[in-house]
C-alpha cells in the first residue's frame, strides 16, 4: 500500500499510555474497520514515515498486533492482515475495536451468549471459595451500585466493578482471566440495554447474587448471575425484532 493510501490516523496518547501503544490503537482499529483495503500490510518503514515515528516503536506495535492475531509474516509475502477468524476475541484492545467498528446487535448477543457460560459457574464458585477480602470487594461493588441509583457513582464503573468481583472471587484463575473482556465489553452492553431499559441494571438482582454468595449458596448464586445475562439476552433479542 502506498503511504499516501494509508488510512489518516494522527498519533494520539490512549489512556495515558505510550506511542508505541498509540500507534497500536490507530493501526489495530483501521485493521479491524476495514480501512486498508487488502491483505498487505505496509512495511514498516512506510508505517514510520506515514505516522512520523520511529522504527522500533514501528517493529514494536506490529509485533504487538501479530500477538494479537490480526497480523502474520509471510515468506516472500511480507506482512499480511489475517481474517477475522483468526483475531484473538478474548484479547481486551481486539473486542474494544470490535465494539468501535459498528454497532452490532448480533456482537452484543454473542458476548452475552459467552457471559451466560462463565459468570453464573463463577458465582457459584464464589459462593463456596470467595475469601473475606473478595467476599468484600463484592459487597462494595454492590454498594457501588446503590450509590450510583442516587447519582453518588458511575452507573457503568459500579456495574463493572460488581461482575469483575464475582469473577475474581471464584478462586479460578481462568475464570478471573476474563475480566479485562468483561470490563471492555460490559460497557457497551450496559449502554445498549441501559437505553432500551431507561434505567440502569437491577440492583436488586445485584443484590441477590451477592447475597447467595455471602450465604455460600451455590446454587442460588448461580441462579441469580444466570437471570441477570438472561434478562439482558432477552432484551437483546427483544431490539433485533
Do not use: C
Request: aromatic share 6%.
Amino acid at each position: 500500500m502506498n503511504p499516501r493510501e494509508m488510512p489518516s490516523s494522527p498519533l494520539r496518547t490512549v489512556h495515558g499510555r505510550s506511542l508505541t501503544y498509540s500507534l497500536l490503537d490507530s493501526l489495530g482499529r483501521s485493521i479491524v474497520i476495514g480501512d486498508f483495503d487488502n491483505r498487505i500490510f505496509p512495511t514498516e518503514a512506510a508505517l514510520s514515515k506515514h505516522h512520523g515515528v520511529s522504527r522500533s516503536v514501528t517493529r514494536e506495535a506490529v509485533k504487538m498486533l501479530t500477538t494479537k492475531g490480526l497480523l502474520s509474516a509471510r515468506p516472500r509475502q511480507g506482512t499480511v492482515i489475517e481474517p477475522s477468524t483468526s483475531w484473538n476475541l478474548f484479547d481486551s484492545d481486539v473486542l474494544r475495536w470490535l465494539l468501535d467498528r459498528k454497532f452490532s446487535v448480533e456482537l452484543l448477543r454473542q458476548f452475552n451468549q459467552l457471559r451466560v457460560a462463565i459468570e453464573p459457574e463463577a458465582a457459584a464458585l464464589a459462593a463456596r471459595f470467595a475469601t473475606p477480602a473478595q467476599l468484600s470487594a463484592i459487597e462494595h461493588g454492590l454498594n457501588r451500585m446503590q450509590l450510583a441509583e442516587l447519582a453518588q457513582d458511575d452507573v457503568l464503573d459500579a456495574d463493572i466493578a460488581f461482575h469483575v468481583a464475582v469473577l475474581n472471587a471464584s478462586g479460578n484463575p481462568f475464570y478471573a482471566q476474563f475480566r479485562d473482556v468483561v470490563a471492555t465489553a460490559l460497557r457497551s452492553s450496559i449502554r445498549f440495554t441501559n437505553r432500551i431499559k431507561g434505567r440502569s441494571a437491577s440492583v436488586a438482582d445485584h443484590a441477590a447474587v451477592s447475597s447467595a454468595i455471602l450465604k455460600r449458596n451455590p446454587q442460588r448464586a448461580r441462579t441469580a448471575m444466570t437471570k441477570i445475562i438472561g434478562d439482558v439476552l432477552t432484551l437483546i433479542d427483544t431490539a433485533k425484532k
